[in-house]
């Protein structure tokens, strides 16, 4: 392609012009469906964020209101796309009127195409203000969001379109083959990186202890759980720690689940002297637009939020994203990592920092998902998915490439806490040889890159995350991880590391070098 563009603008010049091949392909398909299907027929359209959803189901306006004698209705799920979407329109040369809740519907006759957000609209119809005996279209943006389904008995003669990313309910009781007859899949996101549509994600998982979280009645974790979690020294201390190693100086937009989340994350980047911001959804227009215009202006801004951008956003200077939460949604996993998907002149691919174990959980962003048959039988893919134990137990601690630097005459600095353990029990003796047995291997590590035992002492100290995951471990091969007992295990085995070392330190170097410590 050359110098590439941003896809908002990739857009914007399309409007009323030349589309790309793939999208006049989808187009072709969905018109074919409309001819040999009942006029009350439900189609589903799949396609990646950033691939022009909002400019095929245009061009589909356009050419339906000339080859049909009936409107358009356009619905959304939120007041942003509503206007995105209405200006798209307004481009494709598609006069079309917004369904507000303060406008006034009295020239709707002259209007061939509505857009409308699905409240609004759903107040509108039932105080009879809005004509829609000779809607012939419906389309649905988003529609994997359940909301729009309470509309259907609205429109039982009408041929209803629904585009979405991912082709998976948010609601796990509400399956999406309930309300849709046939799934149509566009291209996918590989395609669209290789024909450099979209940047590619480099995407690096930090493994995250999740079982403390509880799973909500929506299916994905509650708020409550993931801000006593993510809140935590701990988590804060990792957030940062990840971003200063594969993100510091780039525009980072990072996601929480909680407002509390967002402000802990907003505190923690002020202190360390980063530039940030913080964007829920009590903040008001203004203040919004304000913050907006300011991260879009700052090289290096970061700017924590509460899934309020995870729709509706389009930054295409955004260069690295933070999942600082975990989620049971594939919808809201790709919707997130695809906010920093938008190519530039400059820009072929972004970072994601994964504190969610999100990745082990649904596969790398981009992988070939069998979205027809996630579409069938939706359950099937769900129950797959691994549980948190389960991805946990396959956790394995890799020292950040700094720190594993510090320990470069060991060769080996992992401990398997777990098979450790095993061989313990099979011999008989007590699980507290584990712990004893770990302490002398982090000793030998720490003695095997020093010289002298205040250097020792010095290298002990930065292995925090590493003693942290042997003490998780060994709990669970315990059974027994109240918090007041782990946190007693961690500071006990520190103190019993640092005396080892202060008893033992001439002993062990001489044994590994040959020669007594100068």
């Not at 996101?189 to 509880?214: D, K, M, P, R, W």
Request: proline share 2%; with cysteine.
């Amino acid at each position: 392609m050359g110098n590439a563009i941003t896809t908002t603008e990739q857009e914007e010049n399309k409007a009323g012009k030349d589309l790309y091949s793939y999208q006049r392909g989808a187009i072709n398909k969905i018109f074919k469906a409309f001819e040999d299907a009942p006029e009350d027929y439900h189609l589903l359209y799949q396609l990646p964020t950033g691939g022009g959803k909002t400019v095929i189901f245009s061009e589909i306006v356009r050419q339906y209101l000339k080859h049909h004698k009936k409107k358009v209705l356009v619905m959304t799920h939120r007041i942003e796309l509503c206007k995105q979407t209405s200006s798209m329109l307004t481009g494709f040369g598609v006069e079309n009127k917004i369904v507000s809740s303060k406008a006034n519907l009295d020239d709707q006759e002259q209007y061939g195409c509505f857009v409308a957000m699905v409240e609004t609209l759903n107040n509108r119809l039932q105080e009879g203000k809005l004509d829609i005996s000779d809607i012939g279209l419906v389309i649905i943006d988003e529609a994997h969001y359940n909301s729009f389904t309470k509309l259907f008995k609205f429109f039982e003669k009408s041929f209803i379109l629904g585009v979405t990313a991912t082709p998976l309910s948010s609601n796990i009781k509400l399956p999406m083959n309930d309300n849709y007859n046939e799934l149509i899949v566009g291209e996918t996101i590989e395609h669209l990186i290789q024909n450099e549509f979209l940047a590619q994600a480099e995407v690096y998982s930090y493994n995250v202890g999740l079982t403390s979280l509880i799973v909500g009645a929506n299916g994905d974790y509650t708020v409550k759980s993931s801000e006593d979690l993510y809140t935590n020294t701990d988590m804060l201390s990792k957030l940062i720690q990840a971003y200063e190693e594969r993100c510091k100086g780039k525009k980072t937009l990072i996601f929480n689940n909680g407002i509390n989340t967002s402000l802990h994350v907003y505190d923690t980047f002020k202190r360390a002297g980063y530039p940030v911001a913080h964007l829920d959804n009590t903040n008001t227009k203004k203040e919004r637009k304000a913050i907006l215009k300011w991260f879009h202006e700052t090289p290096d801004a970061v700017l924590t939020s509460v899934s309020i951008l995870t729709t509706g956003f389009d930054e295409p200077t955004v260069e690295a994203i933070i999942l600082n939460r975990a989620t049971k949604s594939l919808t809201l996993y790709y919707q997130m990592i695809g906010r920093g998907s938008r190519i530039l002149k400059n820009k072929s691919t972004f970072q994601v920092i994964d504190l969610g174990n999100n990745l082990h959980r649904f596969g790398p962003w981009g992988a070939d998902l069998d979205w027809q048959r996630i579409f069938r039988t939706p359950n099937f893919y769900l129950d797959g998915l691994v549980n948190d134990e389960e991805l946990e137990e396959a956790f394995r601690y890799e020292m950040p490439e700094e720190l594993r630097a510090e320990f470069a005459n060991s060769k080996d600095v992992y401990f398997d806490i777990k098979k450790t353990y095993i061989a313990s029990v099979t011999n008989g003796e007590s699980s507290k040889v584990v712990l004893e047995r770990s302490i002398i291997h982090h000793a030998k590590i720490c003695i095997e890159n020093s010289e002298d035992v205040y250097d020792a002492l010095g290298l002990a100290k930065m292995l925090g995350d590493d003693i942290d995951y042997r003490i998780g471990r060994y709990t669970k091969c315990i059974s027994k991880s109240t918090y007041n007992f782990v946190d007693w295990l961690k500071n006990d085995y520190r103190l019993k590391l640092r005396a080892y070392l202060r008893d033992n330190f001439d002993t062990v170097f001489e044994e590994i070098h040959g020669r007594k410590p100068e």
